[in-house]
Nanobody, 124 residues
Framework: QVHLVESGGGLVQAGGSLRLSCAASGRTFSIDTMGWFRQGPGKEREFVVAIEWIGGSTYYSDSVKGRFTISRDNAKNTVYLQMNSLKPEDTAVYYC?????????????????WGQGTQVTVSS
């Protein structure tokens, strides 16, 4: 079993920055990929970004590419999401996610482990 704990959410003005963290515990050796989904008010959960543990390949949604950066610290079993140039439309609950196996597509249904979620609010 894998347990994901998120931190770093909060309130920020448009144009500001936040850094989210997601620490994995338990059977972390079984994780192939980690990343983030988000769900804004009145919207469906959507993929944001992911990173492969071993090779470090990254995958970004078009809406955040160039503004968000994902990274990982293997020693700490932690992934980070640096969010810059935040916009009001980035307001959402951000959920850390982990996959046990490589996936052709990183969909919500394919996620093996979920974090509890952390609120990010961007004011205009």
């Amino acid at each position: 079993q894998v347990h994901l704990v998120e931190s770093g959410g909060g309130l920020v003005q448009a144009g500001g920055s936040l850094r989210l963290s997601c620490a994995a515990s338990g059977r972390t050796f079984s994780i192939d990929t980690m990343g983030w989904f988000r769900q804004g008010p009145g919207k469906e959960r959507e993929f944001v970004v992911a990173i492969e543990w071993i090779g470090g390949s990254t995958y970004y949604s078009d809406s955040v590419k160039g503004r968000f950066t994902i990274s990982r610290d293997n020693a700490k079993n932690t992934v980070y999401l640096q969010m810059n140039s935040l916009k009001p439309e980035d307001t959402a609950v951000y959920y850390c996610a982990a996959w046990r196996l490589p996936r052709a597509t990183l969909t919500e249904r394919s996620v093996d482990y979920w974090g509890q979620g952390t609120q990010v609010t961007v004011s205009s």
